[in-house]
């Protein structure tokens, strides 16, 4: 199983990034799929989650409006288009897969990718 998360890198504010996040190894279909991020000395916080489907999609208070997250099947491949960058955007992002109905000590993280937020 590989996730592998690219995209990140230092912005300034009121920029754009595109993180993207490729999956192998799993029946990518059949999971729903969330960034989190976290911020040195803060705990690791939900940003955006889209179904297996992609026929819902559910974003934290903070990123509402500025934030996207899609999916596309066909390239096994889950985004988060993030525009109005802010400093406190600033963390390291993470892909996660989660299969509905298993417990979550199954799911499948990436490694991270670094987003500055700074001018």
């Known amino acids: 199983v590989q996730v592998v998360e690219s995209g990140g890198g230092l912005v300034q504010p009121g920029g754009s990034l595109r993180l993207s996040c490729a999956a192998s190894g799993f029946t990518f279909s059949s999971y729903d799929m969330s960034w989190y991020r976290q911020a040195p000395g803060k705990e690791r916080e939900l940003v955006a989650t889209i179904t297996s489907v992609g026929d819902s999609t559910n974003y934290a208070d903070s990123v509402k409006g500025r934030f996207t997250i899609s999916r596309d099947n066909a390239k096994i491949t889950v985004y988060l288009q993030m525009n109005s960058l802010k400093p406190e955007d600033t963390a390291v992002y993470f892909c996660?897969?989660?299969?509905?109905?298993?417990?979550?000590?199954?799911?499948?993280w990436g490694q991270g990718t670094q987003v500055t937020v700074s001018s």
């Open positions: 996660n897969a989660h299969r509905r109905g298993t417990n979550r000590i199954r799911d499948y």
